[in-house]
């Protein structure tokens, strides 16, 4: 029994150290951390002859805001609406000047529905010949 013990440890020993050799397991390429290369110097380009731009002129490779945001959308090209899109903002007309200062102004007259006209909108579709009024108590 004393034998086998001390041949399995023997054997144990010998494989964990065969495993810390190079051709083991634990075998890794890795980047040798002091090879470190200089870079090159900046270099000024001899192109002296660019104007500088005007003083509140928008940059030329920038655009306004509402560019920058649809090409980040939808790259370089701006979607096409479709008929149906086209045919709900020509039904809807132009806003009135201002609306978006006085819709959260507190002086505007506004009615709470409450959960009434949600219900309303989420019941199933039918004819009509079930509907009912119920007056909540």
Not at 34 to 46: G, K, M, N, Y
Not at 78 to 91: D, F, H, K, N, V
Request: with cysteine; aromatic share 2%; proline share 10%.
């Amino acid at each position: 029994m004393r034998k086998a013990t001390t041949i399995i440890l023997l054997a144990g020993a010998s494989a964990m150290l065969a495993a810390c050799g190079t051709g083991g397991i634990m075998n890794r390429e890795r980047p040798d951390e002091f090879a470190v290369q200089r870079q090159a110097p900046l270099v000024i380009p001899p192109e002296f002859d660019l104007e500088p731009p005007a003083p509140g002129a928008p940059r030329p490779t920038e655009g306004t805001a509402a560019q920058q945001a649809l090409e980040a959308m939808f790259g370089d090209q701006a979607p096409q609406r479709s008929a149906t899109e086209i045919s709900a903002l020509r039904q809807a007309g132009d806003p009135e000047p201002g609306i978006r200062s006085s819709v959260g102004d507190t002086e505007t007259f506004t009615v709470d529905k409450g959960n009434a006209t949600r219900t309303i909108i989420a019941a199933p579709e039918g004819d009509g010949q079930d509907a009912r009024a119920v007056i909540p108590s």
